[in-house]
């Protein structure tokens, strides 16, 4: 029997481990599908359509790119392979080229791990809702069937596979977004984590993509491109793997750090002190420049944030002259909502940023472009910089095992509805609740995850005092089957959540 490719085709994209899930002859089987469910249908003139596929580090991207390839060439697909790439120098190579699109990699999943993210021309999302079920079923039954193909429904022998390198082209165009060259000097530490950002820093940030040098001193960090992430996972959203960095940046007395995950699409930032600075402050820092470019130019901005991110987002961005959208986690809703939108600029707690000008896709590169342009065009350290954009205090995400997440959703609304009558309530993504209208000030959103039995809990309030009773007080009942309500433990103070 064929595996079920529900197990490694999810939302957003294809992910599984090599080759027991995700093999060559899967690879294939979406490259096959993926023809006839997105690339065909949206061909148009009489040009052949093709597909721009490019691949991380990862030991096992040459074996299951030519699989891929050859299922889309015996549809009549021509396939432009540009190698060794980030997923945004993939998504711009599908924006530039106006064809269809896919990235091997799994980001910030370990060596045994690949996978794939899908677009179509123009580098716009493909998901669950916009032709990757199709694809999934379309790919399953070729499995099924013991052929990755069938018979093809164009002429295969005539499609071609070609190379071309497109990093240079890449540089380049990031570099006409955001002019680093008057910038004062700085000294950036960048941890590529053994991926991608080991090709794209010295391209765009340095002279390795032939463009004029910029007042920046780099120190890297783990440039070298390796699969097997020696060093540490290339997830910079764990504490633990930006460690390595905060201490580099001390040490080296740098104005800020830089550490991107496996695919280079996502961005954190360390300041000076060697204190990362949270993705909602990195979200207002960038769409506070971009919201002055829009309204310079005339038009409204708007700019989208998930509801994940810290309330800071909204009321600074509002109150520069930002229509301000909220939209659900995960990367194909708020691609969505940027191109309905006609959103300037978006951003994630999870550290990916959305941009009109880089075709409504998400880039990290451009995003650490616009904090080292803020950064260097005043006097103010990292660390001040960002303060004025961290007015509150946040918990992060934090999982919960739970044997019925819906039970353990409904015993925290019960209590804190009880407890505050007049709480907010939204179900967008999970359920938020809400006193940020009362006082004290806070908010929590519990969401379920879904592929594992987990409830993931975001707080945040004005104080600190206030967030950890909150986040308190929701895990004691996420945690506990026989729950309480909201403070209702005598010997706790009476701050926060209870106050």
């Known amino acids: 029997m064929a595996l079920d490719l529900r197990k490694i085709i999810k939302a957003y994209d294809v992910r599984g481990l090599v080759p027991e899930e995700f093999s060559p002859e899967v690879a294939r089987a979406i490259g096959t599908a993926f023809a006839r469910v997105v690339v065909l249908p949206e061909a148009t003139g009489d040009a052949r359509p093709a597909v721009v596929v490019g691949r991380d580090m990862r030991d096992s991207g040459p074996g299951l790119v030519d699989a891929f390839a050859a299922g889309l060439t015996a549809e009549g697909v021509d396939v432009i392979r540009i190698g060794l790439c980030s997923t945004d120098g993939l998504y711009h190579a599908s924006g530039v080229l106006g064809v269809p699109g896919a990235m091997f990699t799994a980001s910030h999943n370990p060596a045994e791990y690949n996978g794939i993210k899908l677009c179509r021309s123009g ?198 002259g930002a229509e301000v959208v909220r939209t659900r986690v995960g990367h194909s809703f708020i691609k969505a909502q940027m191109a309905s939108n006609e959103a300037v600029f978006g951003g994630e707690h999870s550290a990916h940023y959305y941009f009109r000008d880089f075709f409504f896709a998400d880039t990290g590169m451009l995003a650490a472009m616009h904090v080292l342009a803020a950064l260097g065009t005043q006097s103010h350290p990292m660390s001040e910089l960002s303060e004025m954009y961290e007015p509150y205090v946040s918990s992060g995400e934090i999982n919960s095992r739970v044997a019925d997440a819906a039970a353990a959703t409904d015993r925290v609304l019960d209590a804190y509805r009880l407890a505050y009558p007049e709480i907010d309530v939204d179900t967008l993504d999970g359920v938020t609740v809400s006193n940020w209208d009362g006082h004290p000030q806070w908010w929590f959103n519990l969401r379920a995850s879904n592929t594992e039995p987990l409830l993931r809990l975001n707080v945040e309030a004005a104080d600190q005092d206030i967030m950890e009773k909150v986040r308190d007080d929701v895990l004691s009942l996420v945690r506990d089957s026989e729950g309480r309500p909201p403070g209702d433990d005598p010997d706790e103070a009476g701050t926060g959540a209870t106050g």
Do not use: W
Not at 126 to 152: I, K
Not at 176 to 195: I, Q
Not at 235 to 261: M, R, Y
């Open 123 to 320: 580098a716009r999302p493909v998901g669950e809702a916009t032709g990757l079920a199709e694809v999934r079923e379309a790919a399953q039954a070729f499995l099924d069937d013991g052929a990755a193909g069938g018979s093809p429904m164009s002429d295969g022998g005539t499609a071609q596979v070609t190379d071309r390198d497109m990093l240079n082209d890449y540089a380049a165009f990031l570099r006409d977004l955001v002019d680093l060259s008057g910038v004062r000097p700085l000294k950036v530490v960048v941890d590529a984590g053994n991926g991608m950002a080991g090709l794209t820093v010295p391209a765009v940030l340095g002279t390795g993509g032939g463009l004029p040098e910029l007042p920046l001193d780099l120190v890297p960090m783990y440039f070298e491109l390796d699969g097997t992430f020696p060093n540490h996972e290339a997830n910079p959203l764990e504490p633990a793997n930006l460690l390595d960095l905060q201490t580099a940046v001390v040490a080296n007395g740098a104005d800020i750090g830089l550490a991107f995950d496996g695919d280079a699409d996502r961005c954190f930032v360390i300041d000076e002190k060697g204190v990362p600075v949270s993705p909602s402050a990195i979200t207002v820092l960038v769409g506070l420049r971009e919201v002055e470019k829009e309204k310079a130019e005339g038009r409204t901005p708007t700019v989208i944030h998930n509801l994940i991110t810290s309330r800071a987002v909204p009321d600074l961005l509002s109150a520069a």
